[in-house]
């Protein structure tokens, strides 16, 4: 069965500083990792996915995520937050089948 | 073009009463995914649709949870009766899914509320 898991469930960060989300997943055979943010009041927006290739991906709102197998992270990062980078952010991992499965969620709060 | 829509945006039942959700996804996508998010918790699979026919309905709950994609677009989730942990918020999404294109874009949800 795979498995995500978000061991923070909320990050704070200083207006400019790095902003880093950590995801490890557990999947047989290959995985398909996505992040997704959500906004209050809104839906789940895609940021990124990796299928395969470069460890490192870019997405959306400047955001990157790097994927390391034998770490089975794929951990979020942004160099420099915005305040409007608060939000809930799910990571997800899709494996056998068309299903994603969720990590619990990281709250973001960038203070000015 | 318009994303993943779903109807009504919240809803407020009495235990026992019937409830039904809709979705309609993004135009032309063959897939449609049904998730829920329950108190807070993970958000969990439901059940899949590739145009009318159900993939994948391993994460229904039980039977009191029905969905159906009648003619391929939109879905309806209908919950019959429903119970106090049926509250949660209710997520539709859709996906192309040829080649690389499988991320899966989502609707606002619907916030169920079971009283």
């Known amino acids: 069965a795979q498995s995500v898991a978000q061991p923070e469930d909320q990050v704070n960060v200083a207006e400019g500083n790095p902003l880093t989300v950590k995801c490890t997943y557990s999947?047989?055979?290959?995985?398909?990792l996505f992040w997704y943010v959500q906004y209050p009041n809104r839906g789940l927006q895609f940021l990124l996915k990796y299928i395969t290739g470069d460890n490192l991906v870019k997405g959306s709102y400047g955001f990157e995520a790097e994927f390391n197998k034998s770490q089975t992270s794929f951990h979020l990062k942004k160099p420099s937050a915005l305040v409007s980078d608060s939000a809930l952010y799910f990571c997800a991992v899709k494996a056998a089948g068309n299903k994603l499965t969720f990590g619990g969620g990281t709250r973001v709060l960038v203070k000015p | 073009e318009a994303g993943v829509t779903q109807f009504p945006s919240h809803s407020v039942i009495e235990k026992g009463q019937t409830v039904t959700l809709r979705c309609d996804p993004i135009s032309g996508h063959d897939n449609l995914y049904w998730y829920r998010r329950v108190m807070g918790k993970e958000i969990k699979f439901l059940l899949h649709?590739?145009?009318?026919?159900?993939?994948?309905e391993s994460g229904m709950p039980n039977n009191r949870f029905l969905a159906e994609r009648t003619g391929g677009t939109y879905s309806t989730l209908k919950v019959q009766p429903a119970e106090l942990e049926d509250s949660g918020v209710y997520f539709c999404a859709s996906s192309l899914n040829p080649g690389s294109a499988i991320e899966q874009f989502f609707g606002p949800g619907t916030r169920l509320t079971v009283l």
């Open positions: 649709f590739v145009k009318e026919s159900k993939q994948d």
């Open positions: 999947v047989s055979g290959n995985p398909y």
